[in-house]
């Protein structure tokens, strides 16, 4: 049986390179898109992807939204982060938001190839050059970022949202009012509250703001 790989990235000679890694491994069918826009459509169009690399920094993905509405959308859809940033915070906070690989663009070609064998398998792929930051250097961070709680602990529990309650607060992040967010999603003002109830609860914050706040430096690459 075949395996379907969506290459989601803006730069075409990468694209062209990652297939080209590729080639070697057996019954793989490689796909492209060049927005992330473009990759949600694919991925609503075609529900066939067994793997998606998603380049962070593609036109459309700011940050790490893009990983967490693909993982609140597709759960079932692996996902494998290529990025320039390889930094331990943002290869953590990929993994606290259902990634299962995180390959820098300076990864060799094999290394790209024991990824995919590797997060095909069921397993987690660290890059061996990235380190993994220790408890207390995430505790730390997050108390500098001036978190609500834990940073880690935060952006995973972004993964309970469901796709709506995830819109909502990135229109709350935004500093929209309930109105303006229920004009934008065509709904009642009294759903949006119930979404925001809902989601300061699974979040365990007290208030909106907090929200917005833990969610904008959650979806920070740095």
Same mark, same amino acid.
């Given at each position: 049986?075949?395996?379907?790989?969506?290459?989601?990235?803006? !730069?075409?000679?990468?694209?062209?390179?990652?297939? !080209?890694?590729?080639?070697?491994?057996? !019954?793989?069918?490689?796909?492209?898109?060049?927005?992330?826009?473009?990759?949600?459509?694919?991925?609503?169009?075609?529900?066939?992807?067994? #793997? #998606?690399?998603?380049?962070?920094?593609?036109?459309?993905?700011?940050?790490?939204?893009?990983?967490?509405?693909?993982?609140? #959308?597709? =759960?079932?859809?692996?996902?494998?982060? $290529?990025?320039?940033?390889?930094?331990?915070?943002?290869?953590?906070?990929?993994?606290?938001?259902?990634?299962?690989?995180?390959? =820098?663009?300076?990864?060799?070609?094999?290394?790209?190839?024991?990824?995919?064998?590797?997060?095909?398998?069921?397993?987690?792929?660290?890059?061996?050059?990235?380190?993994?930051?220790?408890?207390?250097? /995430?505790?730390?961070?997050?108390?500098?970022?001036?978190?609500?709680?834990?940073?880690?602990?935060?952006?995973?529990?972004?993964? /309970?949202?469901?796709?709506?309650?995830?819109?909502?607060?990135?229109?709350?992040?935004?500093?929209?009012?309930?109105? /303006?967010?229920?004009?934008? #999603?065509?709904?009642?003002?009294?759903?949006?509250?119930? !979404?925001?109830?809902?989601?300061?609860?699974?979040?365990?914050?007290?208030?909106?703001?907090?929200?917005? $706040?833990?969610?904008?430096?959650?979806?920070?690459?740095?």
């Amino acid at each position: 049986m075949s395996v379907k790989i969506l290459i989601a990235d803006d !730069h075409p000679l990468f694209r062209a390179a990652m297939c !080209h890694a590729l080639t070697s491994v057996e !019954h793989l069918e490689l796909v492209e898109t060049s927005t992330f826009p473009d990759t949600l459509s694919y991925l609503e169009d075609f529900q066939d992807i067994d #793997l #998606l690399f998603l380049d962070l920094t593609m036109p459309g993905n700011e940050g790490l939204n893009g990983l967490a509405q693909v993982h609140a #959308l597709y =759960p079932d859809v692996l996902v494998i982060v $290529i990025t320039a940033q390889e930094e331990a915070d943002v290869m953590a906070k990929s993994f606290a938001l259902g990634a299962s690989g995180f390959i =820098p663009k300076s990864a060799s070609v094999e290394c790209i190839i024991d990824a995919v064998n590797t997060v095909l398998d069921g397993e987690t792929w660290i890059p061996p050059t990235v380190q993994m930051p220790s408890d207390s250097q /995430q505790n730390s961070a997050a108390s500098n970022a001036g978190s609500v709680s834990d940073q880690g602990d935060f952006t995973a529990r972004l993964k /309970q949202l469901t796709p709506h309650q995830l819109k909502v607060l990135r229109m709350v992040s935004d500093g929209l009012l309930n109105k /303006q967010i229920a004009y934008e #999603l065509a709904i009642s003002e009294s759903t949006v509250k119930q !979404h925001v109830s809902a989601v300061l609860r699974k979040l365990g914050v007290i208030n909106r703001t907090k929200a917005g $706040i833990a969610f904008k430096n959650a979806m920070h690459l740095n």
